[in-house]
């Protein structure tokens, strides 16, 4: 039926966060297919759901309004763009609702000033350029005034339309809903019309949906019960939820039988419509201005000045005619591009941290860039290595404007806040701010959320999540039905169980939280938030309301600013170094040909190190064993998901062994694919192969390579591919021709390593990291492993597993002590001088926070400490602190017996009164036996000194025939075996197909484990969850590396053992 | 051996039915009742049965006779202890081998003794420090001097030190009823000292409203009312004050609290006001109503409750309301301290939760009268805008013409709970008679015979 038009101007998103149950994507597709021409997003103070919302609606065909609901004063209110201007101000009204005045922040304040996000009237009135404004829900202040049954009510909400009409002009609507609630509703919306009649103002027709469908009201009803922290009954029951599913979008015709009679708020809504507009390209903030010295006419100029004069430092003077050559060639790019401040920008904040010490380097793509070497912000030399600028920037455009370039720059991970604030202060706060993460539910969150709504026990919801872990909430709602809800007892045929499930996979997809990402950091010339909305985080930095692929939809540059544990650790290696030996060395001055720390990688023992110590790259790098700095470039790339997928590992390590003879498809490879054995493994040579047998641009491979690299648009992707395929067959300059059977052939191998292809500049980057912390490793055993314990949360293994590690390379390591040690590892003298021992820690110790350290600190100012009661009055420690410090054996220096170091702590503990002393007693409890001991240390600290855990388990597991790590290395291919261990790291890699590897680990190594994917679920508990683990199997030689092909599986008893393997799935 | 313990692994909360807890169930207790004298519920879910002043040889029948009770009233895998101290009769129910343990008289310490400490369950927190200086079993604690424990472990310690040497404090708690906390409010205020009678009112007065209004959510009335002042010189100073009868009236109360402060002499400056209900009784002229429009007396209100417990043990039970869209469901009757506990559960941010409410119901001038149960009727609708409008219905008195029609009020919900889940249609009709009926047609069902005559207004 034909009818006036209509447009839902006040639709919300699951990024009104609580308060609306539907994906952008999904809610424009449904709005498409209901017939929708065009719709308008309003969620409540935020702007994080509109460049996904624009982005679906270009791809269906829906025009998109850009909007937002504000509080005001207290009380809803929704404001629309109409033009760039409002735009801005709509989005700086959101920032000041979010973080109040955002002229004048410091880092303390924001932190402290988070709160329901409100605006003033005067605020909107500041900022009504350009925006439409409608007056809010039911709830909203003139609907208030409304239906407050006050004599002077009705004047008063005539006097504040009036207000809000001088204002806005007309440019002003008077906002009516009709749910069919009931009779006060459709009285107000009668009291509404007439009220903008009376005062010449539009009244318009808005529906306020929050989801779309039955199942998406499910999930708004539970993230309501949850906003108020009842469960879904309570919440029924308390009259928190709506009265009834009216709150889905509707239909144009719906709406158009509902007001049939009164069209007038139809047409507005269409008309109001009409007159607003938007564009991504407004969100773009104007790049910043990098402050150039006088004598400089513009940034480009300086760029120059600074880029030589690295140039210089690199390679000295004069330069070669190729390394001038390919500076020119940048800086006229750069700077054709506008991207000169962009770069100076990076430099600085390299050359501050270094001001500092903080190690940094540059990784990514950006590696690829001569001027950024020159800065001083990459470490590898692009024009000796031969890597190719256009993977890092080229001239493709992004809606006209130039594609930002993307410069990765790593900080050690926890110095990484002091650069943060450096930038803050340089380029004033309002002016920066962090590129967001929204956090979408996944099954964990999905399940323990729905079952809390449902008022299920936490335990049982958390059982159950648990095991859910590496699931979306679509796949975890399926399988609990077919798996854990009948385990857990919950019965499949009541309709709440039902329900509870259906919750579940209706979260798929929706936001859950916005966190801080870990490096895009965005900078303007004005302050940000009219551009991208910001929001504050408890610690006190900033983030806008958009993350990393909103921003790159838009074209917005970032300043990825990463933390990198790994030069964490050879900062503090370095550090302890020079104290030992009076020498620093230098990262970049270490000998790259150094033959024992070659032997160290081919032997598979780099456990700790960057980057090469994970049981992947453990059994290629015995296989491939590297001999130059290139190998491990070739090795950081080689185990990655795509050259796995590829299969490419396995020609690889023949060729590179000189098993097999690399072949090349086409003579023109072979300049390209040589270094690799033949076999495309890095993004560049991907873009070369275009280049050259495609005959592609540099700047066509960049997007080429761009399309290869993102998951999300496999179409487009094998679009590409059949592109290049065609290209390569059509290039008639070459010699000799290639085939359509090559070419096929080559795009088939592009395609699978596609999506996680690494660039080459960036294992080059990894490289020099991963060789330093092997040198460490080597030359330094006691400052290797005091850097990575230091360091850690770190790299791929768990303390315990690093000290037992650094236990078999006969480092000797000693327990934390209060008199001797400190709050992080130490490195003692022995009687050899070059080999020097380690001290564990205090940090380490259970229960030990930053306010136990600070009492510590303090206390040890004044002097050292004398006795277990000298330690724990002057420490002022607590109960817990004295008996956690005890029995990790940090009071063995006055007491050996840890039981009675505690029983003498607690004492002192208590003994505050003068006047009345608690009595020394004695105490003797039961002496402790070595297992006892390693268990108590694995209870206190989470490692033990004392053995490993599995000591105690040897004795019984030798009488039926139990290998352990050391005897593997002498069994031959396919012989059966039974091994035990505790387990350190799962692994469950997307490249598997479901298989699962366990490392076990004894008291004399590692022992690999395979799990095949048809034998992990009917060994579910025993693979995913025990700590010790019994696997009878064969054994899987090739070569030096060795596992064990499980088919039984068990969980060994044992004492309780505070002990979590470091699970990656 | 006074003590009868009985528990089962059984009596946990239920996953599909979360807090409902199976010995509480009033059948089981009144059951035990039979037997036992006095009957107890204790935490971890046993049940304690009272066996002092039975002769020796009969305390074992109890027990034995109570757990042929609990299992014909089909509990499963119930055990029972027998001892002279709680610790050691709930230890022999949970740990011992038997369906039965006994603790012979004069060996609970050493019964207990033996076990871990877990088996007493202390917090977390103790049993780190217990773990800590190497304590491990019951005996090895109740060996430490109280000095030693109460020093190193703390005051807390001293509780779980006399549990494991069968010193049970328990002994004389556990059979004795808990007094109701009655309702106070209290203001204490460090910055300033208060000399001004009027400003005093109006504290207490602040006070008083709190007071009042929990009262009211008990259905009780204060027959008397403590009023204690905090003073600068640090003491403290009562005043008792008393009705004429039971109230909840706050006006009441204010005035003679007013009168009461003519009176009183302080001695200091105050610096914080405790108001109390130090004697409360239950709200007599509405239960009065309850039962006989014809006996509007107190007494025999009264008399008629007192009765009623006597025979039925508590059922007074108040109305609690809340906002569920359905008007079936904005009651229902609970017991009086489930009730007051559920009123301060509701949502705490008044604006947020009237945002939420829905504007229902246009707020009727008369009183709407719910049938026992909506009555099913016949209708004939017309088709008006997105729905259809009643203009006739029949019921068992014949048909009627709706004159006007207002409405659709919809209401839908509760879809995960079965039965409950509901979605109508409402309209508000007049008929030609001048009647002012409350129709609905329910949404769920797609064919005809889906309409409901639900009230009316009078």
Sequence with gaps: ?????????????????????????????????????????????????????????????????????????????????????????????????????????????????????????????????????????????????????????????????????????????????????????????GALIELAQRGKVPWVVAHDPRYIDESSRLVHELLTALRYGLTIDAALHAGVLHPNGEWRLPTPEEMRRRWMGREAGLEESACIADACRFDLAWMRPPLPKFDIPAGFADDAAYLRAQAYEGA?????????????????????????????????????????????????????????????????????????????????????????????????????????????????????????????????????????DAMRAFGYPVEMATSISKRLHRYDPQDAAVHMQQRHAAKAGLNLDTPRVKALLKAIAGFEGLPRLRATHVGGFILSAAPLGAWLPIEQTNMGRTIVQFDKDDLDAIGVPKFDMLGLGGLALIRRAFDAIEVRTGKRPAMYELPTDDKETYALVSRGDTVGTFQIESRAQISSIVHTRPEHLYDIVVQVALIRPGPIQAKFVRPYTRRRRGQEEPVYAHERLKPILERTQGIPIFQEQAMAVAMTLGGYTGAEADELRRTMGNIRKAPRLIAALERLRTRMIENKSLVPRVTPELATSMCEDLKSFANYGFPESHAWSFALIAYATAYLKVHYPAEFFLGILNAWPMGFYSPATLIHD??????????????AGDWECTIEPTADPDRPALRVGWRFVRGMGERSLEKLRVARTAGAFESIADVVTRAHLTRAEVTFLSLAGAFQAWEGERRRATWEGLRAASDILPLAPARRTSHDPPPMGKHELIALDYYTTGSSIHGHPMLALRPRLQERGVKDSRDLESFANRRGVTVAGLVVVRQRPSTANGTIFLLLEDEHGFINVIVPSKLVEPNEEVVKHAQFVLVRGQVEREGAAVSVLGREFRALRSGALVHHSRDFH | MSFVCLWSPAWRTGVDSPGRDAPARPELAAALLARAPRIAIGERGVIWADAHGFPPTERMALAADLLTILARRGARDVRAGLADTPVAAELAAMCGREVLTVVEPGTDRAFVALFPLEALDPEPRLNTLLFGIGVATCGQLAALERESVEVRLGGDAVLLWRLARADDPRREGIFTPVPPELPHASLDWTEYALKDPARLLFVINALLERVCADLLADGQGARELTLAFSLTDRSTHREVLRAARPTANRHTWVRLVRTALDRVRLGAAVTGVLVRASRVAGSEAKQGDLFDRGLVSAQATEDAVARLIEDQGDVVVIPENNAHPLLDFRTTWVNRPAAAKAVRERPHNPAEAERERPAHSAEPQLLLQLAPAPEAIEVQTVPRRDHVVPVRYRDAAGWH?????????????????????????????????????????????????????HGWWD
């Excluded at chain 1, 101000?89 to 005045?101: D, I, K, Q």
């Excluded at chain 1, 506008?338 to 950006?366: E, K, N, P, T, Y």
């Excluded at chain 1, 650094?806 to 008199?819: G, M, Q, Y």
Aim: with cysteine; glycine share 10%; proline share 4%.
């Design chain 1, 1 to 189: 039926m034909a009818g006036p038009p209509y447009v839902e101007l006040r639709a919300h998103t699951a990024f009104s966060f609580g308060d609306g149950s539907v994906t952008p994507e999904a809610l424009v597709a449904h709005a498409a297919a209901l017939g929708h021409g065009a719709i308008g997003i309003t969620d409540t103070a935020d702007l994080g759901g509109l460049v996904r919302t624009a982005v679906a609606g270009r791809e269906q065909g829906i025009r998109v309004i850009a909007g937002a609901e504000l509080h005001v004063d207290g009380r809803p209110a929704a404001f629309l763009a109409r033009t760039e201007e409002g735009y801005r101000n709509l989005a700086a009204l959101v920032t000041e609702s979010r973080v109040g005045a955002w002229t004048s922040w410091d880092k303390a304040r924001v932190g402290r000033e988070r709160g329901q996000p409100n605006v003033t009237w005067q605020q909107v009135a500041d900022h009504n350029a350009g925006l439409h404004a409608l007056t809010g829900p039911a709830s909203g202040s003139l609907a208030t005034f409304l239906r407050t049954r006050d004599p002077f009510s009705r004047a008063r909400a005539e006097r504040q339309l009036a207000e809000w009409r001088d204002v806005f002009g007309d440019r002003l609507a008077v906002e009516v809903q009709l749910h069919h609630v009931g009779g006060e509703e459709a009285a107000l919306a």
């Design chain 1, 806 to 819: 650094a236990k078999r390379h006969e480092l000797e390591v000693r327990t934390p002590c209060l008199k």
């Design chain 1, 312 to 448: 210089r430092t690199r390679w000295g003077d004069p330069l070669a005619d190729d390394e001038r050559g390919q500076i020119e060639h940048e800086l006229a790019l750069i700077a054709q591009l506008g991207f000169s401040g962009f770069f100076l920008v990076m430099g600085d904040v390299v050359r501050f941290a270094r001001s500092r010490g903080i190690l940094c380097q540059g990784r990514g793509s950006a590696a690829n860039s001569t001027v950024a070497y020159c800065l001083g912000i990459t470490a590898v030399d692009p024009v000796k290595n031969g890597l190719l600028f256009e993977r890092f920037l080229s001239e493709m455009r992004v809606d006209g404007k130039a594609e930002a370039p993307d410069i990765d720059v790593d900080f050690e991970h926890d110095r990484r806040e002091e650069v943060l604030d450096y930038m803050y202060d340089r380029y004033r706060r309002p002016h920066a701010a962090i590129a967001c993460i929204v956090q979408t539910y996944r099954a964990p969150n999905a399940v323990l």
């Design chain 2, 401 to 453: 013409d709706v004159v006007d029609a207002a409405g659709p009020d919809r209401v839908s919900g509760a879809q995960w709970d079965g039965d409950r889940t509901y979605a109508r249609e409402y309209f508000r009709c007049v008929t030609r008679e001048g009647a002012l009926v409350w129709l609905f047609r329910d949404a769920r069902k797609r064919k005809t015979g889906n309409w409901y005559f």
